[in-house]
């Protein structure tokens, strides 16, 4: 997989922690290696929305990868749950569904982005450094991967 | 059945085929069946309900499935039963996901529900009014069978008629 130049966080200079959440164990690998080429590492995953939000109490993550249509409850919903808790959250849903009614709705219930599936690992990365913000750092060239 | 609710899904499974396998596909065969659809290896069926109802089912031999599963990831990835089934759904997921997209967009309104596999040796039988397309996609790693058995929500159509819409 390509690499690209790592992601920190500003503050502290550590990876960024991802909360991976979706129902299919094969995508949750996929995204995961995508985020260890971006330089992040992975907090915790989740295959429904209620075991996000656990997973999110527990783990504290500095973004959350959210599919939408998943068993027991849909990342929408647990995507406001979250950031109803936890308002500082930064959550990208990841959903093959991109209808713009599903996109509006995410984001007005909390979400900051959205991906569609199929996920280009380019796509993913703008949209990791667009939501981190100043909280988020891209390595120089010669710190890439360090 | 309608071509305009089939055309997203054969856009989409093209599309999203090809991006997956960095290749280009075909369709190798396309039939209408009103008998039961046998699976023809590991099958994940998804059901949609709203102003269209029915369901698609993405089909394909656990060998294929390995091969489109580490094409995806980018890596060869060792063949398990858990593999095969989760390739087959999340294939199902992107294809339907996407389809369902440009469905939506031309103002029909739907939800999609989570993929389940058809593990029956046993068929699905089409009702009375929706007979089943089936398509194969010949792609470099295998052939994906695609089935896909949809009809306009008839209480929502009546509806829209006494609306006058």
Not at chain 1, 30 to 51: P, Q, W
Not at chain 1, 119 to 145: C, Q, R
Not at chain 2, 28 to 47: F, H, N, P, T
Not at chain 2, 131 to 148: H, Q, R, Y
């Amino acid at each position: 997989m390509e690499q690209f130049a790592s992601v920190k966080r500003s503050k502290d200079g550590q990876p960024v922690r991802y909360l991976i959440v979706d129902d299919s164990v094969f995508a949750r690998k996929n995204l995961a290696r995508m985020v260890e080429s971006f330089g992040g590492t992975l907090a915790g995953e989740a295959g429904d929305g209620l075991t996000a939000i656990t997973e999110y109490d527990r783990t504290h993550p500095d973004i959350v990868l959210m599919d939408i249509t998943m068993p027991q409850m849909e990342g929408i919903e647990a995507a406001e749950r979250i950031v109803q808790a936890h308002p500082e959250a930064r959550i990208v849903m990841v959903s093959s569904v991109g209808y713009q009614e599903n996109i509006v709705a995410a984001l007005q219930r909390g979400a900051r982005h959205f991906v569609q599936k199929p996920v280009k690992p380019e796509v993913l990365y703008e949209v990791i450094k667009y939501v981190l913000g100043d909280d988020g750092a891209v390595a120089s060239a010669a710190g890439a991967g360090v | 059945m309608k071509m305009e609710l089939i055309q997203p899904f054969i856009n989409s499974a093209d599309a999203v085929l090809a991006q997956g396998l960095q290749c280009t596909t075909a369709i190798g065969s396309l039939s209408m069946e009103e008998e039961a659809y046998r699976r023809k290896g590991v099958a994940a069926m998804v059901w949609v309900t709203g102003d269209i109802e029915g369901r698609i089912i993405i089909d394909l031999d656990p060998e294929t499935a390995v091969r489109v599963a580490g094409k995806m990831a980018g890596a060869d990835l060792p063949e398990s039963e858990l593999l095969v089934k989760e390739t087959a759904c999340e294939l199902a997921n992107q294809i339907i996901g996407n389809a369902i997209t440009a469905l939506n967009d031309q103002g029909f309104h739907f939800r999609v529900h989570p993929p389940v596999m058809h593990e029956s040796a046993e068929g699905i039988k089409s009702s009375e009014d929706t007979e089943a397309l089936v398509m194969c996609f010949e792609t470099p790693v295998g052939s994906v069978f695609m089935n896909i058995a949809l009809r306009y929500n008839r209480r929502r159509n009546a509806d829209a008629v006494a609306a006058g819409r």
